[in-house]
């Protein structure tokens, strides 16, 4: 009877742990499959959804993160006037379409995050020393196989043009971006960085320690940790131009000793812009300064900083001798070279004591300040998000979680007050609004380097969107007023018209100190990877007379609330249309 009863027992143990566990099977399947249809919801519900968000609204807004025009289409605000920082008040909202939007754009964000984690969990996969003898130099690859080389980041090997993409780069890529500008070799490192030069590395390492697989194509080596695979770059096929683009920079007042500013020259009868930018790119230099039949090669630094420009009559006669014989002014030119003396960027060796948002509304220049910052500073900029576009082009601050404190600060668009408290102080970059608008819903639409086309300007989309952002322009500046503990408030405009200064300003604020020639270094690369080429013009205005009277009502409110807590107003290019 007892021996009956103990097997009675067991079964019972097991049938308990066996329902324990199919339990467990039940519960993580209804949560898949919750998750499958949140998504699904957020793909249908996207198209007809309203971002009509009014401005008591704005703290949920920031919280979730940027708006997707496409959730604009069925949207009817009529936002108000703001009357102060503590009275925002708009029109009720239509609950049918408010809370519907928020959970679809926390649902964005919480996806967006998981996919994030996953590709940081297969980039920090190690590379197996099996895969390492799988990889070769492929015949495929066009240019010709110097080496591995040893390179410092400090002291680059290769100091021409600088590019990255953390996962589509290849060594036909790297080898095409650096023929395309005159180059003659190319190098590769950490799988995913691109370096261009005319002069072949002295250094040369063991070929097993370039063992870096190429980001965008396996079985390839694309260099290693302080190595560099190098190639060099053959002729151009037919039909393909290289980019021997030179820019005018302007006439300047030459040096007194111009041997002693610039490390380069070169006499030469009959001398050419051509001739003298084709000798300072062999020279690596960014620079090409002709006076006369000389031909000097250099940077901009204290000496030469290329700020203050003199009048273009005065160089106008300046390839004649009697000219050059005066010898007080010279021509500049900027050479396809790039200007590498502050393209090294790191994250902090050890944690930031002072957590630091760059926050700005969307459109407003954060990427181009980033750029800026990173390049004075030396160090990474981090994000509140995460855009795959930014990550691949450098920004690798854009893979680092948001709160660890390595990178110089944190890029947010994000408002509210629990939101903003978060950080101990903040850049406050703040753009026009209707160039801010414009920008926006040019990279909703096209990217960060596209336009959005004439039939997305002139659709349902635009005006939804207009009256959506517009508010949220004035309640971003509004919030980080109210809640921020130390503001340093830069203006788009002010930051364009006057680089340096205001650079020294946020670089100060961070509690940095940079050498001049860095800055001037910063100066001389001040677009970056991510300016729109050209400005392009439409042949109506996308504001109507409805939307000026909304955003300048919105503009005016603003520019109290700054001057009420002692800031700089508003430019005078802010002023209402």
């Known amino acids: 009877m007892a021996k009956a009863f103990f097997r009675l027992q067991k079964i019972l143990r097991r049938t308990q742990f066996l329902l324990f566990f199919l339990t467990a099977a039940y519960l993580m399947a209804g949560s898949l499959l919750l998750l499958q249809r949140t998504r699904l919801v957020i793909q249908q519900g996207s198209r007809g959804t309203s971002a009509n968000q009014a401005l008591p609204m704005l703290d949920g807004m920031a919280r979730v993160g940027i708006i997707d025009p496409r959730t604009l289409q069925n949207s009817h605000p009529s936002p108000r006037l703001l009357v102060g920082m503590d009275a925002l008040q708009e029109p009720a909202l239509d609950q049918r379409h408010s809370p519907r939007w928020l959970v679809s754009r926390n649902s964005e964000l919480r996806q967006l995050r998981r996919r994030w984690f996953h590709r940081f969990i297969s980039d920090q996969e190690p590379m197996q020393t099996a895969g390492f003898k799988g990889m070769k130099h492929t015949a495929e690859h066009k240019g010709t196989y110097m080496g591995c080389f040893t390179d410092d980041s400090r002291e680059r090997t290769l100091k021409g043009a600088v590019f990255y993409d953390l996962r589509k780069m290849t060594v036909s890529h790297c080898q095409e971006a650096c023929a395309e500008r005159a180059y003659t070799y190319a190098g590769l490192a950490y799988g995913a960085e691109c370096y261009c030069g005319n002069k072949l590395p002295a250094a040369a390492s063991k070929p097993e320690e370039c063992n870096s697989e190429c980001k965008g194509e396996k079985g390839s080596v694309c260099g290693g940790v302080n190595r560099l695979s190098v190639y060099r770059v053959e002729e151009l096929r037919a039909g393909a131009r290289r980019r021997r683009n030179v820019i005018y920079r302007g006439c300047f007042r030459a040096p007194e000793n111009l041997t002693d ?317």
């Open 261 to 577: 500013t610039f490390p380069a020259s070169l006499i030469q009868p009959n001398l050419t812009v051509e001739m003298c930018s084709e000798f300072c790119s062999k020279k690596e230099f960014p620079l090409a300064v002709i006076r006369g039949r000389e031909c000097y090669c250099g940077y901009p630094t204290g000496r030469f900083s290329l700020r203050d420009g003199a009048d273009g009559l005065l160089c106008s006669g300046m390839h004649n001798t009697s000219s050059a014989a005066e010898g007080k002014y010279c021509l500049v030119y900027q050479t396809p070279v790039q200007d590498t003396r502050c393209t090294d960027r790191k994250f902090l060796t050890t944690k930031s004591k002072v957590f630091v948002a760059l926050s700005s509304f969307p459109g407003a220049g954060n990427t181009w300040a980033r750029h800026l910052i990173e390049h004075a500073t030396g160090y990474y900029t981090g994000s509140y998000y995460f855009d795959g576009a930014l990550y691949n082009k450098g920004f690798k601050g854009e893979k680092d979680h948001w709160r660890s404190r390595r990178t110089i600060c944190v890029k947010t668009h994000e408002s509210g007050k629990t939101e903003i408290e978060m950080f101990d102080s903040a850049i406050l970059l703040i753009r026009n609004p209707y160039k801010s608008l414009m920008a926006e819903f040019n990279r909703k639409y096209a990217g960060h380097l596209g336009y959005a086309t004439d039939r997305n300007w002139k659709s349902k989309e635009w005006p939804d969107f207009v009256n959506s952002y517009a508010s949220w322009w004035a309640s971003h500046v509004l919030d980080w007023l109210k809640y921020g503990k130390r503001l340093l408030v830069v203006h788009y405009e002010d930051l364009k018209q006057s680089l340096i200064p205001k650079l020294k300003e946020m670089v100060e604020f961070l509690n940095m100190t940079v050498t001049e020639d860095r800055l001037l270094c910063v100066e001389n690369n001040r677009d970056g990877n991510f300016k729109r080429s050209g400005a392009k013009q439409k042949d109506f205005e996308p504001f109507t007379q409805e939307m000026k009277d909304l955003i300048n009502r919105y503009i005016l409110t603003v520019d109290e609330a700054l001057r009420g807590r002692n800031f700089t107003g508003l430019p005078r290019e802010y002023v209402p249309r």
